[in-house]
């Protein structure tokens, strides 16, 4: 199997080096220690174990975020337990076809299965024109509407309205990138010693870990929410809120009002790196263009976190975690192995795109900036995928040699994420 970290590397900056003699467990029992296996399959089942090493691709991204940095960033701890940290302090199980959350759920249609996730109570009510029905819906209400409709058109209604809606019927094959960077402003030189200051304007979970790991590289982060619409994730688990944030600087802004993006444009002006994962046409509405703000500000490194890329019509798509790992291909690989239609872990698509965007940011803002780097969760799920496959595309016969594997070597399977013992 590829070191997944010489990957992410090489399409940096053609970065070629073996892996120094490290050893690294194998992905099978990665899968089975870390609780990633415990928080996929039935309830009432045996857990499940996903053919695709999740676990490795996430140690190997941090480890590639430590080689990028230079220096000893959150020690002792390892990639995939930031995939299970808040499943583990909310105290999350599998739950078959459901997130572990439940606010995202495997529905047949008339000609396939897709993934709703409705994580806003906004979305809830949305939901009569999507599925053009009168009436107060609940998931069984929903389940039964969707399954008399074609998929394309459960599509084409969600995203029209905004809801994160996608097909769950496919395995990708095709080699993806994970990132792109586009060379808008002018770059400046750095010194080995700097330290970013990063206006972060995410919310949620992908793009405050990706801070997180910076603030812990050295950052400055600046946390900027609205007035309006504060960060998601203040209404769950106050631990894991904690964790992605404590040591952040924190603004709040009323960013509905000139005077409130009058300021933001003011704290973009003394800032190295701009972090946001809103759509992009969310900021320009608001007279927030990354385009115009690269050229008029040497050596500023815009992130862009999307749910599917910033072009059209992908870029006005909605997606959160769960769903974008479906999107990407896992739950039908799941459904390919054992039959069943599953989703895969906790918002695995979170915590990998968080992962991703720390190593490509810190990358070209250390290069010196100047540019747009763009990810996407859909995007980094399929690029785990497709750069982790098997080389035959038969992931039946390495579930059949993993599974053998741990029998082989006695190796128990976590009956919990593991991910709360990060400090």
């Not at 097909?167 to 960077?181: D, E, G, K, L, M």
């Not at 949620?204 to 982060?221: D, F």
């Not at 992009?280 to 749910?307: D, F």
């Not at 070597?409 to 994420?417: A, D, K, L």
Request: aromatic share 6%; hydrophobic share 40%; net charge negative.
């Amino acid at each position: 199997m590829i070191c997944y970290r010489e990957e992410l590397l090489r399409d940096l900056d053609g970065f070629q080096n073996k892996r120094d003699g490290q050893q690294t467990p194998h992905p099978a029992a990665l899968w089975a220690t870390s609780g990633l296996m415990a928080l996929t399959g039935q309830a009432n089942s045996p857990p499940t174990l996903c053919p695709v090493p999740l676990a490795r691709c996430a140690d190997d991204t941090l480890d590639a975020f430590r080689w990028k940095v230079g220096r000893g960033v959150l020690p002792g701890v390892n990639g995939h337990q930031l995939l299970t940290e808040r499943a583990a302090l909310a105290g999350l199980q599998r739950r078959g076809s459901q997130s572990t959350g439940g606010h995202c759920r495997l529905l047949c249609s008339t000609d396939g299965v897709v993934a709703v996730n409705l994580a806003r109570d906004s979305d809830w009510e949305l939901v009569p024109a999507w599925l053009q029905q009168a009436g107060m819906f609940q998931w069984p209400d929903i389940a039964k509407a969707v399954s008399g409709m074609a998929t394309q058109t459960l599509l084409e209604r969600a995203r029209l309205l905004g809801l994160a809606v996608t097909n769950a019927v496919r395995i990708p094959s095709h080699a993806c990138t994970w990132q792109s960077f586009a060379q808008l402003g002018q770059p400046v030189a750095r010194n080995d010693t700097d330290s970013p200051v990063v206006i972060d304007l995410t919310a949620l979970w992908a793009g405050p870990l990706c801070s997180h790991l910076w603030q812990q590289a050295g950052a400055r982060v600046i946390k900027v929410e609205s007035e309006q619409r504060p960060d998601g994730a203040r209404n769950g688990d106050p631990a894991f809120f904690q964790r992605l944030n404590a040591g952040k600087e924190e603004v709040t802004l009323p960013l509905h009002r000139e005077a409130g993006r009058r300021a933001l444009l003011e704290l973009i002006s003394e800032a190295d790196i701009v972090l946001e994962g809103s759509r992009p046409r969310a900021l320009r509405q608001m007279g927030i263009l990354a385009e115009e703000l690269l050229q008029s500000q040497p050596g500023l490194t815009w992130v862009s976190i999307t749910g599917y890329g910033r072009n059209d019509p992908e870029g006005n798509w909605v997606a959160f975690g769960d769903d974008a790992g479906v999107a990407a291909g896992l739950s039908a690989i799941l459904h390919a192995v054992t039959g069943e239609w599953l989703i895969c872990a906790d918002a695995i698509a979170d915590p990998l795109t968080g992962l991703h965007a720390a190593v490509a940011g810190w990358h070209y803002w250390r290069a010196g900036g100047g540019g747009l780097v763009a990810l996407s969760l859909e995007q980094t799920v399929r690029h785990c995928i497709v750069a982790t496959a098997p080389g035959d595309g038969d992931y039946t016969a390495r579930q059949r040699r993993w599974q053998a594997y741990l029998q082989r070597e006695n190796i128990s399977v976590s009956p919990e994420p593991t991910g709360a013992e990060r400090r």
